[in-house]
Nanobody, 120 residues
Framework: VQLQASGGGLVQAGGSLRLSCAAS????????MGWFRRAPGKEREFVAS????????TYADSVKGRFTISRDNANNMVYLQMNSLKREDTAVYYC??????????????WGQGTQVTVSS
C-alpha cells in the first residue's frame, strides 16, 4: 500500500484545512487508517484514526471537537478536516494504515507527510 498525503499549507489561527490521503496498490477498505503528526522538536504523536468501513473513530484529546476523520472506501481516500486550528497544530502530518481493524496500534504503512503551519 502506498499512501500519498496532501492538503497541507499555511493558515491563520482559527482557520481550517482539509488533509487528504490517497491509498494505492491495493484496496484499504479492510484497513484501519489514521493520521499522526510531528511538530518541530517533538516526538510523532497520534491524531486520529478510523476503523475499516468507517465503523468507529478515535481522536487525541488535543484535537477532539476540532478535527474530524472520514474515509471514502470506494475511492481509497481518507480525510482529516481540521477546524479552529491553533499554532500548536503546526506539524508535519502523516497518513497511516494498518492491516485489519481497531485498535489502531500497529501501523504497517506510512505516507510521506504534508506540512501544516498555523500562524497567529
Amino acid at each position: 500500500v502506498q499512501l500519498q498525503a496532501s492538503g497541507g499549507g499555511l493558515v491563520q489561527a482559527g482557520g481550517s484545512l482539509r488533509l487528504s490521503c490517497a491509498a494505492s496498490g491495493r484496496t484499504v477498505s479492510n484497513n484501519a487508517m489514521g493520521w499522526f503528526r510531528r511538530a518541530p522538536g517533538k516526538e510523532r504523536e497520534f491524531v486520529a484514526s478510523i476503523n475499516w468501513k468507517g465503523g468507529g473513530t478515535t481522536y487525541a484529546d488535543s484535537v477532539k471537537g476540532r478535527f474530524t476523520i472520514s474515509r471514502d472506501n470506494a475511492n481509497n481516500m481518507v480525510y482529516l478536516q481540521m477546524n479552529s486550528l491553533k499554532r500548536e497544530d503546526t506539524a508535519v502530518y502523516y497518513c497511516a494504515a494498518q492491516h485489519g481493524g481497531f485498535p489502531f496500534n500497529r501501523v504497517n504503512y506510512w505516507g510521506q507527510g504534508t506540512q501544516v503551519t498555523v500562524s497567529s
